[in-house]
């Protein structure tokens, strides 16, 4: 390369002429180099500052405007010298300090497996890692620079940095249409990786070149020209010769010889307009024969990288193939530079943000008319340029895609169901950070598990992925199931003491009579409130229903709620709540409030499960109240008097009473009794209680 003979000052003087009025910017980040890198080498053993000096000639060749090629100048500094991002940007400004920056981020990501999916990622990494699309720009002509010094590596770094180029950065260049920077990359890669068939297609290419170049400066050119001057049209008539890598890769694609290789150099022809570029190639196909099926018009549907041209193969004199290539200036500068070339129809305007671009592009492609689908192809570049998805990396250094917002919760279950259902907290770069954190492109991700962490509802609220959405609620889901099931059986059990029902086959009885497929359906049933317990209550003592129709209370009064009085109002059955009593209120529809007092079953239930339904209610009691209590003795002769006896005294008159006795010697006996108020009805059980034999006095709640 005729580079490096130049010296650092002679690369200089070449950019500076090419950018009037910033000779006085460019000459500084000049000198801040040569200082900064004032005591590094390139295993050239050229001075160092030669590889800056040449990423931003190859950024000026692009026509890239001079904030960028300062950038390529300074691109080094961040990453191998002292230098801060601060003092940059104080000397050269908020963009230079991004571009540098962004280079150096993209320079750390470490390529270590380029299985064919993971390059396609790392290709998109690069693309959102850079949120300037100018960084890129850099990093290609960074990589350029690179590729043409390789052979001063030792050979594994070589292949290494040879292969990376090839899977990532030549198709990052076609991505971007910068043709001039992905040929030449291909050909540098081919040349590292396949040194035996690159030298094969170098030394053929190079024989047959001279013989087709006089072939076409003898019969094909001067034909052309004269018929379009007839034409009245003017053209800049052009060949070049098809990259090596280009050659090897259709013999490969097409399974021939490269002797069967026709098109080596391609005629290029450029004009003024969209409508010459068809005159021009109606008059090549009257003048030569066209080839069936190699006529293809990029310029009603251009390529993915908004690649346009008219292509057509002909058959010229003696019977030899050859292509041609007609376009506009435009499409022109655009094949070659590709997005560059944005800058270089804008000189002088100052800075392209990604927006710009965008809306660059955009106009691009809704002049393009008859274009397949304009929109596919802006979605797919802009998918890539301006990413939805973000690029991170696990502590082994494999690639994860993840939707843009995702976080390390997402990022855990994309892992596994298991590391996601126990993380527990997350690094990134090596640094705690909370489990709600917003990755980025670039990010290295660790996950810290603990077998006791469990998922938490609040992730909900910040993961992204599907996967983390639905694994959460499954697992919240059979959480709640337990929960509902513990509950239901603890309902279940409360009610059947206090009915003092026996425990064999009670809930296979209720199971069948409910209708329930099995118990623990029954019992997730009760425990999550759509079997209420009162409905349960109301089946297991429907026996001794119209007997508590008539034990209503006679009692009566007046409630009122925060001052307001006279509302209708009943007592619960279930607990029978007497003057003196804490009291509840429950609403309910059509019935007004139901009493019930604070220990009643029933009302924890409600309150626990509906407790805006719960109001602290004030009664003003009158008259005398119903309730049961609930006596347990040692059955012996006489003690039912006794107890009847002591009711009696105690100035309480007996309503109702059953005995039952089990086998063991002990009497259950339920009385149903009126009383005053609390105060009477504690003065009762406590003489109750001191009847001989009794073990147990106490309100009978169901
Ligand atoms: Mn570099």
New binding site residues.
Partial sequence: MALKELKPGEILEDIEKRYPGEEERIQRAFEFISEKHRDQKRLSGEPYVI??LS?ARILADLSMDATTVVGGLL??VLEDTETTYEELEALFGKDVADIVEGVTKIGKIRFRNLREAQAENFRKLILATAKDIRVVIVKLA?RL??MRTLGHHRREKRIRIAEETLEVYAPIAHRLGIWEIKRSLEDLSFKYLYPKEYEKVRSFVNQSLGDLEDYLRKFVIPRVKEELQRAGISAEISYRPKHLYSIWQKTIRKNIDLEEVHDLLGVRIVVESVQDCYVVLGIIHSVFKPVPGKFKDYISLPKSNLYQSLHTTVVAHKGRMVEFQIRTREMHLRAEKGIAAHWAYKEGKGSADGEEIFAWLRNLVENIQGSRNPSEVLDSLKRELFSEEVFVFTPHGDLLVLPRGATPVDFAYYIHTEIGNHCAGAKVNGRLVPLNYRLRSGDQVEIITSPHKRPSPDWLKFVVTSKAKTRIKQYLKQIEKERFLSDGRRIFERIRENLGLPQEELLEKLRARLKFRSEEELILALGSGRLSPSKLIALLSSKKRSRNEKLRSEGGGEVSIDGLSGIMFELGRCCNPVPGDEIYGVVTRGKGMILHESNCLNLRYIMENFPEKVLRAKWKPQGRFKTRIRVTARDRIGILSEIAKSIAEGGSNIWESVTKTTGDGVAVMDFTIDVSGREHLDDLIRTIESVEGVERCSRLYS
């Fill in positions: 590889h800056p990423v691109h080094d960074d620079h690179n």
